[in-house]
């Protein structure tokens, strides 16, 4: 029989480490939507809107819809479940409580490999944009060597470990510091955005859309794939259960507000970026949206600006897809899955230093040193397993906790989560078998870890994280 801890366990044993610290709950409704705006819109309209359009060409505005509605089945399902288990372990936890343990770690498991390569990948991108901002300003460039990995000819990125390491410091100092910060970077890259839309469709050309989709159906289908990557992160809302005011109303409203958002801007964006100079020009290019912006004004002012709100934007990526990962390792960590140093809280800031201070050191080398173009499509399947698995789960925890308190629920259950478990199949089923190789592999490794140290340390087996009805019930009134 699977090991599975009940939703009220869940939420009583949350707040509070071993050391007794706890977070702080400081974040209300309009801190949690941008939180989840700054954790979705980044690298993946900024930079991999190219690598989109390269596979769909003009259609890419249907392969962004099709990965939205991909993305919001699952984003109803976390509606559901972070309203009814608002803690911070996210997918996990909500996998622990519908289908036990081992599932449970293998997603905590993908959800390193989603995060990490995330923060990465997106510090990467953060380089590219910093160069351009750079020779906008001064007509200079920082070294190759010294911006880019040895994969891409480079000996070292130095821009991406600094992003990483700043987001490092923010999120030690304190929640709502970083709140702030988020909050604002939000605003600057949601003005940015709607001023290169203006700028886009003052330019549009109704035959810079024809032909509208060269692949077909293949081209759409593949970059409905690549168009995915900018919509990860909405699930990083759900690990801020423990640190919202009022987690049960607030997670799921903000959820569905951020993808409704997100889903309008991409598709305006991508409309008026190739509206204005053609999908041909766009394909493939780094730093496109300056660019478009270059040739629709005749100056590099205008791709300056974009270049600027390109780096307040992904670096607010990192600093909330960080804030995520540590999260979700604090309460592997509460369960005993994964070593104790990742629960640990400091009573002075509220905040798990030493896990934020690991997380960012561990990132900081990928970003610096390695070619991530390898792993992108790994990160893709991941994050799609875990999507499946959090629709399943709201299947599986309507049958066994009919009772359970839901301040949300997905509208048509059964078939909405079913829906969700459909697109995100045919979404990794366009990955290849190469990738579905390298996935089993990877799953392989977290099994073995998980049978070497996460079951035989396991509070949940142990007893060390029983209860009693009393505590449950304060605990629920608590949060």
């Not at 939205?68 to 608002?86: N, R, Y």
């Amino acid at each position: 029989m699977p090991r599975i801890k009940s939703p009220h366990l869940l939420v009583a044993e949350s707040g509070a480490d071993r050391e007794g610290h706890g977070l702080r709950r400081t974040m209300g409704l309009f801190q949690l939507i941008c939180f989840g705006i700054g954790a979705i819109v980044g690298t993946g309209i900024f930079v991999g809107l190219s690598d989109s359009v390269a596979q769909a060409g003009p259609a890419v505005v249907v392969s962004f819809v099709l990965a939205a509605v991909t993305c919001v089945f699952t984003a109803l399902s976390f509606a559901e479940l972070g309203g009814a288990i608002p803690v911070s372990g996210s997918s996990y936890s909500f996998a622990y409580a519908g289908l036990g343990e081992s599932t449970a770690f293998l997603v905590g498991w993908c959800l390193l490999l989603e995060y990490g390569v995330s923060i990465s990948a997106v510090a990467v991108g953060w380089s590219q944009y910093v160069d351009e901002l750079l020779h906008s300003l001064t007509g200079l460039q920082l070294p190759h060597a010294l911006s880019a990995g040895p994969g891409d000819g480079g000996i070292v990125n130095l821009p991406a470990v600094v992003v990483i390491a700043m987001a490092a410091v923010l999120l030690v100092r304190g929640v709502r510091e970083s709140a702030r910060a988020t909050a604002a970077m939000a605003a600057v890259k949601l003005v940015i955005l709607l001023a290169f839309c203006v700028i886009g469709f003052s330019a549009f050309r109704h035959g810079n859309l024809v032909p509208f989709s060269p692949a077909g159906l293949g081209g759409i289908g593949a970059g409905t794939t690549a168009a995915f990557f900018s919509y990860i992160g909405f699930d990083a809302i759900t690990t801020a259960g423990e640190e919202a005011k009022n987690p049960r109303r607030d997670v799921p409203v903000a959820i569905l507000v951020c993808m409704g958002v997100v889903t309008l801007l991409y598709c305006a964006v991508a409309l008026a970026a190739i509206g204005a100079i053609g999908g041909g020009q766009v394909a493939g290019r780094p730093a496109a949206l300056s660019y478009v912006v270059n040739q629709v004004t005749g100056s590099t002012i205008g791709g300056g600006v974009i270049a600027f709100g390109a780096v307040v934007a992904i670096a607010s990526v990192v600093l909330a897809v960080m804030y995520g990962q540590t999260r979700i390792l604090m309460s592997m960590s509460r369960d005993g899955l994964i070593p104790r140093v990742f629960e640990k809280v400091s009573p002075r800031t509220a905040t798990p230093v030493a896990g934020t201070l690991v997380v960012a050191a561990v990132f900081a080398l990928p970003a610096a040193f390695a070619s991530l173009d390898a792993v992108m499509n790994l990160c893709t399947i991941g994050t799609l397993a875990i999507m499946a698995v959090v629709n399943i789960a709201v299947i599986a925890l309507r049958r066994r906790e009919p009772a359970l308190a839901r301040t949300f629920r997905v509208p048509l259950h059964p078939v909405a989560p079913l829906l969700g478990v459909g697109f995100c199949l045919y979404l990794m089923y366009e990955t290849g078998w190469t990738t579905w190789l390298q996935f089993a592999v990877f799953l392989a490794v977290g099994l073995l870890v998980y049978l070497g140290y996460g079951r035989r340390n396991s509070t949940l087996a142990a007893g060390d994280g029983a209860v009693t009805p009393d505590a449950t019930d304060a605990a629920l009134q608590e949060a």
